[in-house]
Protein backbone atom coordinates (compact mmCIF):
# COMPACT_ATOMS: atom_id res chain seq x y z
CA UNK A 1 0.00 0.00 0.00
CA UNK A 2 1.80 3.26 -0.88
CA UNK A 3 -0.54 6.10 0.80
CA UNK A 4 -1.91 7.20 -1.76
CA UNK A 5 -6.04 6.82 -2.01
CA UNK A 6 -7.76 7.06 -6.05
CA UNK A 7 -11.23 7.35 -6.28
CA UNK A 8 -13.25 5.47 -8.10
CA UNK A 9 -11.58 2.38 -9.21
CA UNK A 10 -13.27 2.51 -12.08
CA UNK A 11 -15.75 4.95 -14.13
CA UNK A 12 -17.82 4.22 -16.83
CA UNK A 13 -19.67 7.53 -18.41
CA UNK A 14 -20.91 8.29 -22.14
CA UNK A 15 -18.95 10.75 -24.61
CA UNK A 16 -20.10 14.77 -23.61
CA UNK A 17 -20.38 14.26 -19.89
CA UNK A 18 -17.50 15.82 -17.01
CA UNK A 19 -16.39 13.24 -14.68
CA UNK A 20 -14.11 13.82 -11.31
CA UNK A 21 -11.22 11.86 -10.16
CA UNK A 22 -9.88 12.32 -6.94
CA UNK A 23 -6.46 11.68 -5.01
CA UNK A 24 -5.71 11.82 -1.41
CA UNK A 25 -1.72 11.69 -1.32
CA UNK A 26 0.48 10.12 1.29
CA UNK A 27 0.24 11.67 5.14
CA UNK A 28 2.96 14.80 4.60
CA UNK A 29 3.38 14.78 1.12
CA UNK A 30 2.58 18.25 -0.37
CA UNK A 31 2.94 17.44 -4.37
CA UNK A 32 0.55 15.67 -6.24
CA UNK A 33 1.22 14.70 -9.91
CA UNK A 34 -1.41 13.11 -11.71
CA UNK A 35 -0.83 11.00 -14.91
CA UNK A 36 -2.82 9.78 -17.85
CA UNK A 37 -1.99 6.09 -19.25
CA UNK A 38 -3.33 4.60 -22.58
CA UNK A 39 -3.21 1.27 -23.84
CA UNK A 40 0.23 0.65 -25.00
CA UNK A 41 1.16 3.95 -24.53
CA UNK A 42 3.89 5.06 -21.43
CA UNK A 43 2.94 7.71 -19.08
CA UNK A 44 1.59 10.89 -19.86
CA UNK A 45 2.39 13.82 -17.26
CA UNK A 46 -0.59 15.77 -17.19
CA UNK A 47 0.08 18.44 -14.13
CA UNK A 48 1.39 18.76 -10.80
CA UNK A 49 0.41 20.61 -8.07
CA UNK A 50 2.01 21.28 -4.71
CA UNK A 51 0.81 22.61 -1.62
CA UNK A 52 -2.10 24.08 -3.34
CA UNK A 53 -0.54 26.28 -6.23
CA UNK A 54 0.21 24.61 -9.90
CA UNK A 55 3.99 23.97 -10.05
CA UNK A 56 3.87 22.17 -13.69
CA UNK A 57 1.99 21.57 -16.89
CA UNK A 58 2.46 18.73 -19.12
CA UNK A 59 0.02 17.35 -22.15
CA UNK A 60 -3.26 18.39 -20.40
CA UNK A 61 -5.70 19.39 -22.74
CA UNK A 62 -8.09 22.44 -22.21
CA UNK A 63 -11.23 19.87 -21.14
CA UNK A 64 -9.29 19.33 -18.31
CA UNK A 65 -8.57 20.70 -15.07
CA UNK A 66 -7.29 20.08 -12.12
CA UNK A 67 -7.14 21.66 -8.21
CA UNK A 68 -5.20 20.65 -5.12
CA UNK A 69 -7.60 21.53 -1.81
CA UNK A 70 -5.90 23.04 1.50
CA UNK A 71 -6.48 19.45 3.04
CA UNK A 72 -3.92 18.81 0.01
CA UNK A 73 -6.48 16.14 -1.88
CA UNK A 74 -6.55 16.82 -5.63
CA UNK A 75 -9.16 16.52 -8.40
CA UNK A 76 -8.57 16.05 -11.72
CA UNK A 77 -11.97 17.03 -13.74
CA UNK A 78 -12.27 15.64 -17.28
CA UNK A 79 -15.43 17.65 -19.50
CA UNK A 80 -16.82 17.08 -22.78
CA UNK A 81 -15.44 13.81 -22.88
CA UNK A 82 -14.12 11.61 -25.98
CA UNK A 83 -14.07 8.04 -26.87
CA UNK A 84 -10.28 8.69 -26.92
CA UNK A 85 -9.97 9.95 -23.17
CA UNK A 86 -10.15 6.51 -22.09
CA UNK A 87 -7.51 5.69 -20.06
CA UNK A 88 -6.18 4.44 -16.58
CA UNK A 89 -5.41 7.72 -15.24
CA UNK A 90 -3.27 7.99 -11.84
CA UNK A 91 -2.38 10.07 -9.22
CA UNK A 92 1.13 10.47 -7.38
CA UNK A 93 2.36 12.36 -4.34
CA UNK A 94 5.82 12.79 -3.13
CA UNK A 95 7.18 15.13 -0.15
CA UNK A 96 8.79 17.90 -2.07
CA UNK A 97 8.86 19.74 -5.72
CA UNK A 98 11.47 17.60 -7.60
CA UNK A 99 14.47 17.86 -5.32
CA UNK A 100 16.98 15.26 -5.13
CA UNK A 101 15.65 12.30 -3.81
CA UNK A 102 12.27 12.77 -4.27
CA UNK A 103 10.56 9.57 -4.48
CA UNK A 104 6.96 9.63 -6.21
CA UNK A 105 4.30 7.31 -4.22
CA UNK A 106 1.80 6.24 -6.41
CA UNK A 107 -2.32 5.30 -6.03
CA UNK A 108 -3.50 2.69 -8.29
CA UNK A 109 -5.52 4.50 -10.52
CA UNK A 110 -8.82 5.00 -11.95
CA UNK A 111 -9.74 3.38 -15.04
CA UNK A 112 -12.35 5.94 -17.56
CA UNK A 113 -13.89 3.75 -19.45
CA UNK A 114 -16.03 6.49 -22.42
CA UNK A 115 -18.77 4.83 -24.45
CA UNK B 1 14.53 20.50 -18.59
CA UNK B 2 15.30 17.14 -17.64
CA UNK B 3 14.29 14.17 -19.68
CA UNK B 4 14.68 10.45 -19.95
CA UNK B 5 15.02 8.13 -23.08
CA UNK B 6 14.67 4.22 -22.25
CA UNK B 7 14.77 1.36 -25.32
CA UNK B 8 11.27 0.71 -26.64
CA UNK B 9 10.01 -3.10 -25.81
CA UNK B 10 8.26 -5.14 -25.92
CA UNK B 11 10.91 -7.16 -24.82
CA UNK B 12 10.20 -10.89 -24.78
CA UNK B 13 12.78 -13.21 -22.90
CA UNK B 14 12.26 -16.65 -22.14
CA UNK B 15 12.70 -17.58 -18.39
CA UNK B 16 16.07 -17.50 -16.85
CA UNK B 17 17.64 -15.16 -19.70
CA UNK B 18 19.95 -12.10 -18.79
CA UNK B 19 17.58 -9.10 -19.16
CA UNK B 20 19.11 -5.73 -19.98
CA UNK B 21 16.78 -2.05 -20.42
CA UNK B 22 18.79 1.16 -21.42
CA UNK B 23 17.92 4.33 -20.01
CA UNK B 24 19.67 7.21 -20.48
CA UNK B 25 18.88 10.88 -19.21
CA UNK B 26 19.30 14.44 -19.70
CA UNK B 27 19.69 16.88 -16.35
CA UNK B 28 21.36 19.96 -14.97
CA UNK B 29 23.31 19.23 -12.12
CA UNK B 30 23.43 16.00 -10.36
CA UNK B 31 20.05 14.03 -10.21
CA UNK B 32 18.17 10.90 -8.41
CA UNK B 33 17.75 8.21 -10.47
CA UNK B 34 14.93 5.54 -10.20
CA UNK B 35 13.03 2.69 -11.94
CA UNK B 36 9.62 1.61 -11.20
CA UNK B 37 7.87 -1.45 -11.95
CA UNK B 38 4.28 -1.45 -12.73
CA UNK B 39 2.93 -4.75 -12.60
CA UNK B 40 -0.60 -5.51 -14.72
CA UNK B 41 -3.41 -4.38 -12.89
CA UNK B 42 -1.71 -2.08 -11.02
CA UNK B 43 -0.03 1.55 -10.13
CA UNK B 44 3.64 1.88 -10.60
CA UNK B 45 6.06 0.85 -7.36
CA UNK B 46 9.62 2.12 -6.57
CA UNK B 47 11.83 -0.85 -7.61
CA UNK B 48 15.45 0.83 -6.73
CA UNK B 49 16.87 4.30 -6.99
CA UNK B 50 20.74 5.87 -6.88
CA UNK B 51 21.19 9.33 -5.49
CA UNK B 52 24.97 9.45 -6.68
CA UNK B 53 27.23 8.95 -9.62
CA UNK B 54 28.66 5.32 -8.86
CA UNK B 55 25.89 3.94 -6.93
CA UNK B 56 24.49 1.01 -7.63
CA UNK B 57 20.89 0.40 -6.92
CA UNK B 58 19.20 -2.92 -5.87
CA UNK B 59 16.05 -5.04 -5.67
CA UNK B 60 14.63 -8.28 -5.74
CA UNK B 61 17.70 -9.43 -8.16
CA UNK B 62 17.71 -6.29 -10.30
CA UNK B 63 20.59 -3.84 -10.72
CA UNK B 64 21.43 0.08 -11.84
CA UNK B 65 24.20 1.49 -11.64
CA UNK B 66 24.49 5.33 -11.60
CA UNK B 67 26.48 6.32 -14.76
CA UNK B 68 27.20 9.96 -14.62
CA UNK B 69 29.78 9.77 -17.56
CA UNK B 70 27.80 8.36 -19.64
CA UNK B 71 24.52 9.65 -18.35
CA UNK B 72 22.75 6.22 -18.27
CA UNK B 73 20.89 3.97 -15.72
CA UNK B 74 20.46 0.75 -17.33
CA UNK B 75 18.15 -2.05 -15.37
CA UNK B 76 19.91 -5.19 -15.36
CA UNK B 77 18.94 -8.92 -13.75
CA UNK B 78 20.71 -12.14 -14.12
CA UNK B 79 17.91 -14.60 -14.36
CA UNK B 80 14.41 -13.21 -14.91
CA UNK B 81 11.28 -15.01 -13.79
CA UNK B 82 7.75 -14.89 -15.49
CA UNK B 83 6.87 -13.12 -12.05
CA UNK B 84 8.90 -10.37 -13.60
CA UNK B 85 6.49 -9.51 -16.38
CA UNK B 86 5.60 -5.85 -15.91
CA UNK B 87 6.63 -2.51 -17.49
CA UNK B 88 9.61 -0.70 -16.26
CA UNK B 89 10.22 2.95 -15.79
CA UNK B 90 12.94 4.66 -15.52
CA UNK B 91 12.74 8.10 -14.12
CA UNK B 92 15.17 10.95 -12.43
CA UNK B 93 14.29 13.81 -9.94
CA UNK B 94 16.37 16.97 -9.38
CA UNK B 95 16.63 20.72 -10.12
CA UNK B 96 13.80 21.22 -8.40
CA UNK B 97 11.74 20.01 -11.32
CA UNK B 98 8.90 17.51 -11.69
CA UNK B 99 9.48 13.88 -11.10
CA UNK B 100 10.54 12.79 -14.87
CA UNK B 101 9.77 9.34 -16.29
CA UNK B 102 10.63 7.67 -19.47
CA UNK B 103 8.13 5.98 -21.63
CA UNK B 104 8.22 2.72 -20.32
CA UNK B 105 9.43 -0.56 -21.36
CA UNK B 106 7.20 -3.55 -21.35
CA UNK B 107 8.84 -6.97 -20.70
CA UNK B 108 7.37 -10.27 -21.13
CA UNK B 109 8.83 -13.24 -19.40
CA UNK B 110 7.45 -16.95 -20.95
CA UNK B 111 8.31 -20.36 -19.31
Not at chain 2, 40 to 55: S, V, Y
Not at chain 2, 59 to 84: I, P
Amino acid sequence: DSGVTQTPKHLITATGQRVTLRCSPRSGDLSVYWYQQSLDQGLQFLIQYYNGEERAKGNILERFSAQQFPDLHSELNLSSLELGDSALYFCASSVGTGERNTEAFFGQGTRLTVV
Amino acid sequence: GNSVTQMEGPVTLSEEAFLTINCTYTATGYPSLFWYVQYPGEGLQLLLKATKADDKGSNKGFEATYRKETTSFHLEKGSVQVSDSAVYFCALTGGYQKVTFGTGTKLQVIP
